[in-house]
C-alpha cells in the first residue's frame, strides 16, 4: 500500500494522464488517512466540505428516502466521492460510509480546483459529476394530447437494454426517416446513443407513467460550430401523434439554452412530413441539403417557448447543472468546453 501521498494518489486512475510535477502539488493539498470499517464518512443533507479518492478498500453510497435507507452504490479502489456537494455548493445528496478498512485521499475545495485544473482530471470529473446529477433528476411530469401523462427524464446508462429492444422494435419506416435506412442500426451505432457525456451529448427520454415503457427519445450533439448542436427524435410507432416529439423539441429546446446552445440544427428526409411539422412549430428555417434532405434550423429559445412556462422552468431548473455538469464546463469559442468553478 503506498504511503507516500503522491504515490497514493499516483494510483488513482483518474490521475492517470496527469504528470508528476501536478501530482505533487495536488498531494500537498491533500491527505492520506485511513479510515476503519464503518465510519460514516458523510451523511445525506450535511454541508460537504471535503471530497475523497478511494487508493484502497471499499465504501458504500445510500440515499434515504421515505421508504428508508437504500445503497445506491459500492465504491472501490480508484473511485472519487463525495466531489458533487463542493462543486455545487449544495447539501450531500448521499451518505457515505466505509465497508472495510480504507485508505483514502480527502481533498478540500482547494485540492479540487486545483485536481480540475488537471485536464484530463476534469473531463472525467465533469463525466462523473453529469451522469451522477442525471441519474439523481426527479421526472418531469408532462401531459400529452390524449390527456395521458408522460415522465421526462435523462437517458441514463441503465436505459441501454430498453432502448435497445425499442430501436430494435421501431417499423422500416420509422427506422427510414429516423436513420435514413430501414435495417437496424448496429450495435456500435445504439451504444453511441446511449454512451452520452450530458455535456457535449444530452439525450432525454419520456417513460410512460403507468407502465414505465421508454416511449421517445429526443437528443442533441454539440457540433465543432460554438453555441451549435444537431439534433435527432425517436417516438416509437405506437405513440406518435400525442405530442411527444413537440413536448421533446420543447425540453431539448431548453436544455440546449441552460448549455450554452443557441441554434438546433436537423437534417430530415423530404418526406419526413411529421418531423418537418413539430419544427415548423418552433420556426425552423428550411434548406435543402441533398436531393431528398432537407437542413432544419431552429433556434433554441423558439423551442423551448414549445413548453408551458411552468414546465418550461421545472426543466431549466433540473437540466442546468447536469448538462453544465455542476457548472464545471462552460462552452469556449471553438466549442469544446472549458472549466470554471461553480461561484
Ligand atoms: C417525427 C417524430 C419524432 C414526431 O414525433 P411525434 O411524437 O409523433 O410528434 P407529435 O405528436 O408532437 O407531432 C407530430 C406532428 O406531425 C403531424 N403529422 C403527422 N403525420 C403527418 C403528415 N403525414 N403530414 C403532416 N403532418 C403530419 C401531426 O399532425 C403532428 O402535428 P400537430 O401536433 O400539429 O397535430 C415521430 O413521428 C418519429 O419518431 N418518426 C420516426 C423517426 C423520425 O422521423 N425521426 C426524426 C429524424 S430527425
Known amino acids: 500500500m503506498p504511503q507516500d501521498p503522491s504515490a497514493a494518489l499516483a494510483s488513482l486512475d483518474i490521475l492517470s494522464e496527469a504528470t508528476s ?26 454541508k460537504g466540505d471535503r471530497f475523497w479518492g478511494v487508493i484502497a478498500g471499499t465504501l458504500e453510497v445510500t440515499v434515504s428516502k421515505a421508504m428508508g435507507e437504500r445503497r445506491i452504490a ?114 456500435k451505432l445504439i451504444d453511441y446513443l446511449v454512451d452520452i457525456d450530458f455535456v457535449d451529448h444530452f439525450a432525454w427520454v419520456a417513460i410512460d407513467s403507468t407502465t414505465g415503457a421508454g416511449m421517445a427519445t429526443a437528443r442533441y450533439v454539440r457540433t465543432a ?57 418552433a420556426g425552423g428555417e428550411t434548406s435543402r441539403e441533398e436531393p431528398g434532405v432537407v437542413s432544419v434550423s431552429i433556434e433554441s429559445v423558439k423551442a423551448a417557448s414549445l413548453l408551458e412556462p411552468a414546465i418550461r422552468r421545472e426543466v431549466a431548473d433540473s437540466v442546468h447543472d447536469i448538462v453544465t455538469a455542476a457548472s464545471l464546463a462552460l462552452v469556449d469559442s471553438a466549442g469544446s468546453t472549458t472549466r470554471e468553478l461553480a461561484p
Open 225 to 281: 460550430v460554438r453555441g451549435q448542436a444537431e439534433i435527432a427524435f425517436t417516438t416509437t410507432d405506437g405513440n406518435q401523434g400525442r405530442g411527444l416529439g413537440t413536448v421533446l423539441l420543447g425540453a431539448i429546446g431548453v436544455a440546449a439554452e441552460q448549455g450554452g446552445v443557441d441554434r438546433l440544427i436537423a437534417h430530415v428526409l423530404d418526406d419526413n412530413a411529421a418531423m418537418r411539422a413539430v419544427f415548423a412549430k
Open 74 to 187: 459500492v465504491a472501490s479502489q480508484g473511485a472519487i466521492l463525495g466531489e458533487l456537494s463542493l462543486l455545487r455548493d449544495a447539501p450531500r445528496s448521499a451518505t457515505i460510509r466505509t465497508l472495510q478498512d480504507c485508505v483514502l485521499a480527502s481533498g478540500g475545495p482547494g485540492a479540487l480546483e486545483v485536481l480540475i485544473e488537471i485536464e484530463s482530471a476534469r473531463q472525467r470529473i465533469q463525466a462523473l459529476a453529469s451522469r451522477r446529477l442525471a441519474e439523481d433528476c426527479r421526472p418531469i411530469r408532462v401531459t400529452l394530447r390524449d390527456g395521458q401523462s408522460a415522465l421526462l427524464r435523462p437517458l441514463l446508462p441503465s436505459d441501454r437494454a430498453n432502448l435497445t429492444y425499442a430501436i430494435r422494435n421501431l417499423s422500416a419506416e420509422s427506422l427510414r426517416r429516423r436513420f435514413f435506412s430501414p435495417t437496424p442500426p448496429s450495435q
Open 21 to 46: 510535477d501536478e501530482v505533487a502539488v495536488l498531494a500537498s493539498l491533500m491527505s492520506i488517512e485511513t479510515v476503519p470499517a464503518g465510519f460514516e464518512l458523510s451523511r445525506q443533507g450535511d
